[in-house]
């Protein structure tokens, strides 16, 4: 045991001596005789303490020896029977001399000892020992010389164990239980409270609980709130960072370190200091302020009429001072039981009274206490923020409302995240809420009133924009709140004045989400308020920063539907055409949506799916069956959320609505239900430019990664290669290049073999058979392959042969072959050269090639790109994802063919090419060949994860 302080070391001792007298006192019950006293109480938990306190008194002073024949019964006496005098011998031990520590004092050598102990101390003299209980003070009155008199004890408690325990102790010296007392003068007495201090402690804890006031129920903190806010306060303060900062405070001494005892108390404290009726006023005058004309500049805007500083700094003090005197006057109790911890742990001899009505005599400096409980507060905010936890806010909020507390920016611009998450599911924590649900607003069975956990954000968001100035963030809070009260007119004016100021404000950088807007369109969506819905989803679509997502379209697309709008027979919803919609109803408003939807979205999940599938059977479900072909039937019905939908492979009627699963031909695009032909959509002029810049961008990032830092490198040096080799492209002369040859691909094609390696004769293979169809191939391979010896893929030293030697330097010669720059990836060189214009050579001709070319050409868009690769780079990943799934459904040309072995290959060796993708998968509509229903044009949606 590591022994840090003579009083620790002292208490080392005393439970030691507790132990030995402990065991002692158990062999004695087991080898004594019994007697009328200790037949039914020696099993007496607290006597037999008591009989302990003899073998400690005898301990210091051990008496001279004498014989001893202790008797071993093998029956007790009956009730009233005495010591036995004449057969009270033992064969095993009789004759035989004990040794002084292993005699037995019975209790009449405690009881007198403890008698003459008190007639030679002075009665007027006060004691500092801690006096005897009252159920063992008979002991001090027996009747000495009645030495056969044994006053029988307490029966009220279980039998005491009579197993023996080692000698764990057995090495302790005779001298070891002598202590001095303040006045070094040598003494074996050791208070009973610290020795066994669970016969005191019922009584202490009675005297602790009549000294505290009784606190009022509606002023407890919920229980599962207070837990889960108690877990992370502990935390806190078990944090080194913490801790080191609060040590500093209590280092200065005085002033600080009461303060800090103060804070810590309250902090832990699980109930209200202020009722929630001041509170609440308080708090409604913030909010009025926050609703004054200028609330949008912060704190700057409104001030009192008297002073010079804003209105809610001034509330904030208010509430401070009534805090600090409640704090003083109601809490004596646990503000005196915490400096009386503190105090016994100096060794101080205050009692804790006296320093209750210190602190009351001495009020608590206001900024000392607020800058200590920020430090704490800041910590829990960021504690919560780490793991995703919201439950302990609501008891923190609390006690920073009733304290009055300022926050740094940075603490509640943490607490605006942390509260954001109320409502969801914590992700650690046991104690941690699931739900509003999982906070009741009452507890009428306990008589709490407890917080609501729907208040919180938005109340902390009031903070936020009144301590700084507003964001998105604290909006987004409010509007969020508003919605789920139902004043989503108010919400929508708020955000239409927030967007007003950031455009008023030109050095702010804040921008609008979808997230802001989100609340309010899905109260519209499920309220059944379309027109407002619309004509928000339209000002959202032109809002910078927003980015509508695929369930934003389906959320809109599938409450129309559901409110039978696209039925062909429903009311037009108002305002839809003056917001540039061609129809109000019917398949047409459904055709302008969806197309609307095509350019922001590539494809939709399982769940968005069958969430518009069951939005069209609802809207439709009073369509029936009929024999007038031009009646619009549906044979739609609701399917379980969970559900899988089986995919569909029968034809549809003509007039029939069509939702249903369904499965691509591969090969022609065509679809099985409507007949409809899928198209292989190509890049745009504008978006081959996009893609081109974006390529020019990745270099500069992919260089500074692939590379590393070179002293005689440009930053920007794999950009400024990259855009020679765009400018060569443009402009060169001669033919345009119609195919670019992914060199390396080629090369390395099924030459994975045990003498595979990369082989110049499969790219001449394929440079012949690609000018044999009429193309002018470019080959694009890395810098080290336009060398006679390199390093392979597979970190094999490869020597090219004579012949690979002629066929890289004619396709040198003849500017069919280009080498990447070192240090440079040659995928961004192949992507562009895609793209390229080729201005000079091309003279803005229409490379493409039709279905029907005379001369049998592959068809499609030129220049193609001929590999197999799957584009899975992690750095092509940040492309734009429609651009790069057109231009790889448009430029990618797959081939096959068998492999070389060096030189050699099979006769009739031949390249096939397939394209890569037939038609594009991406959200499109198309004509129905049998003009059938919506309009002749069918819509198809790719579905991600079936």
């Not at 003579?6 to 004695?28: G, I, T």
């Not at 806010?229 to 080191?244: P, Q, R, S």
């Not at 609505?657 to 409809?676: K, W």
């Not at 651009?883 to 030189?903: D, E, K, M, P």
Request: net charge negative.
């Amino acid at each position: 045991m590591k022994r840090d302080s003579p009083a620790q070391y002292q208490r080392f001792l005393e439970s030691k001596a507790a132990s030995e007298s402990w065991r002692k006192m158990q062999e004695q019950n087991d080898d004594r005789v019994a007697a009328d006293a200790w037949i039914g109480n020696t099993r007496n938990v607290e006597a037999a303490e008591a009989s302990a306190m003899s073998n400690i008194s005898h301990t210091a002073s051990p008496p001279p020896p004498r014989t001893a024949t202790p008797i071993r019964p093998t029956a007790f006496a009956s009730h009233g029977a005495g010591r036995g005098k004449e057969n009270d011998t033992d064969p095993i031990t009789a004759g035989q001399e004990v040794p002084w520590y292993k005699r037995r004092p019975d209790i009449s050598d405690f009881a007198s000892e403890m008698a003459e102990k008190n007639r030679n101390v002075d009665r007027d003299t006060p004691s500092t020992e801690t006096a005897l209980p009252n159920k063992y003070k008979h002991l001090m009155n027996k009747n000495l010389d009645d030495s056969s008199k044994i006053h029988k004890l307490d029966d009220d408690v279980g039998t005491v164990s009579s197993k023996k325990k080692s000698g764990v102790f057995a090495s302790i010296s005779k001298s070891a239980l002598n202590m001095r007392d303040a006045n070094g003068v040598t003494s074996t007495s050791i208070p009973f409270s610290e020795l066994f201090p669970t016969l005191y402690a019922n009584d202490s804890q009675k005297k602790e609980e009549k000294d505290r006031k009784p606190v009022n129920p509606a002023m407890m903190y919920e229980e599962n709130q207070f837990e889960a806010y108690h877990e992370a306060m502990e935390a806190v303060f078990a944090d080194h960072g913490a801790n080191k900062a609060i040590s500093k405070f209590e280092a200065k001494g005085g002033e600080e370190k009461r303060v800090v005892q103060i804070v810590k108390q309250w902090l832990l404290n699980d109930h209200r200091i202020i009722d929630q009726n001041s509170v609440k006023e308080r708090w409604n005058n913030v909010e009025q302020v926050w609703k004054g004309e200028k609330w949008m500049t912060g704190i700057v805007g409104e001030r009192g009429e008297e002073s010079t500083e804003p209105r809610f700094i001034c509330e904030l003090k208010a509430q401070q001072e009534i805090f600090l005197s409640k704090l003083l006057e109601e809490d004596e109790s646990f503000l005196a039981s915490g400096e009386s911890a503190s105090s016994s742990d100096e060794g101080s001899s205050k009692r804790s009274g006296d320093l209750a009505s210190e602190d009351i005599e001495n009020p608590i400096c206001p900024i000392l206490f607020h800058e200590i409980t920020q430090h704490i507060m800041g910590t829990l905010g960021r504690y919560c923020a780490r793991r995703a936890r919201s439950s302990p806010m609501v008891v923190a909020w609390w006690k920073v409302k009733e304290s009055g507390l300022l926050l740094s920016k940075s603490t509640i611009s943490t607490y605006l995240y942390v509260v954001s998450l109320m409502g969801m599911a914590d992700s650690l924590g046991s104690s941690s809420g699931i739900g509003i649900s999982s906070y009741p607003i009452s507890d009428n069975e306990k008589g709490r009133v407890v917080d609501s956990r729907d208040a919180i954000p938005e109340e902390v968001a009031t903070y936020h924009d009144l301590a700084s100035k507003p964001t998105e963030s604290s909006i987004s809070l409010r509007v969020k709140a508003m919605a789920c009260k139902g004043d989503a007119n108010k919400a929508e004016e708020l955000l239409v004045a927030f967007q007003n100021s950031i455009e008023a404000d030109q050095s702010s950088d804040e921008l609008m989400r979808l997230r802001t807007y989100l609340p309010i369109l899905k109260h519209y969506c499920e309220t059944g308020e379309i027109g407002s819905a619309l004509s928000l989803f339209k000002r959202m679509q032109y809002t910078p920063g927003v980015i509508l997502e695929p369930e934003t379209y389906v959320l809109l697309i599938a409450s129309i539907a559901e409110n039978k709008y696209f039925c062909e027979k429903s009311s037009p919803i108002e305002g839809a055409q003056h917001l540039g919609y061609s129809c109000s109803n019917g398949p047409g408003l459904f055709d302008d949506l969806v197309a609307e939807m095509s350019c922001d979205v590539l494809e939709i999940s399982s769940a968005s799916a069958r969430r518009l599938y069951n939005s069209l059977a609802v809207g439709f479900q009073n369509e029936s069956n009929s024999d007038n072909e031009d009646i619009v039937v549906s044979t739609l019905k609701e399917v379980h959320p969970l559900m899988s939908m089986p995919v569909a492979r029968q034809s549809a009627e003509h007039n029939e609505v069509v939702a249903s699963r369904v499965s691509l031909d591969r090969s022609t695009g065509i679809c099985p239900v409507t007949d409809a032909q899928q198209r292989l959509i190509i890049l745009e002029p504008d978006q081959r430019i996009q893609l081109h810049d974006d390529l020019l961008n990745l270099s500069t990032e992919q260089f500074a990664k692939y590379a590393g830092k070179k002293s005689d490198d440009s930053p920007n040096r794999a950009r400024e290669q990259l855009q020679k080799f765009s400018d060569w492209l443009n402009q060169r002369q001669g033919e345009p290049f119609t195919a670019i040859v992914d060199g390396a691909n080629i090369g390395y094609y099924m030459q994975s073999f045990d003498k595979g390696r990369f082989n110049y004769h499969q790219v001449k293979f394929m440079v012949d058979t690609l000018e044999e169809r009429g193309e002018n191939p470019l080959v694009i391979v890395p810098h080290k392959y336009g060398y006679s010896q390199f390093y392979s893929t597979k970190r094999e030293h490869q020597r090219l042969d004579q012949a690979e030697i002629e066929i890289m330097n004619d396709l040198t010669k003849s500017g069919k072959l280009y080498r990447v720059p070192p240090r440079c990836l040659d995928d961004f060189y192949w992507m562009l050269a895609s793209v390229s214009d080729q201005t000079a050579s091309r003279n803005a001709r229409d490379l493409s090639v039709s279905n029907n070319d005379p001369d049998h050409r592959f068809p499609g868009t030129r220049p193609m790109l001929i590999s197999n690769d799957q584009m899975r780079d992690h750095r092509l990943e940040l492309l734009e994802p429609r651009l790069f799934r057109r231009w790889y459904g448009c430029h990618i040309v797959n081939y096959n063919f068998t492999a070389f072995v060096l030189g050699e290959s099979v006769a009739g060796n031949e390249v096939g090419f397939s394209p890569a993708d037939f038609f594009s998968r991406e959200i499109q509509g198309n004509q129905c060949p049998d003009n059938g229903c919506w309009n002749s044009q069918a819509w198809h949606f790719p579905v991600s994860d079936w």
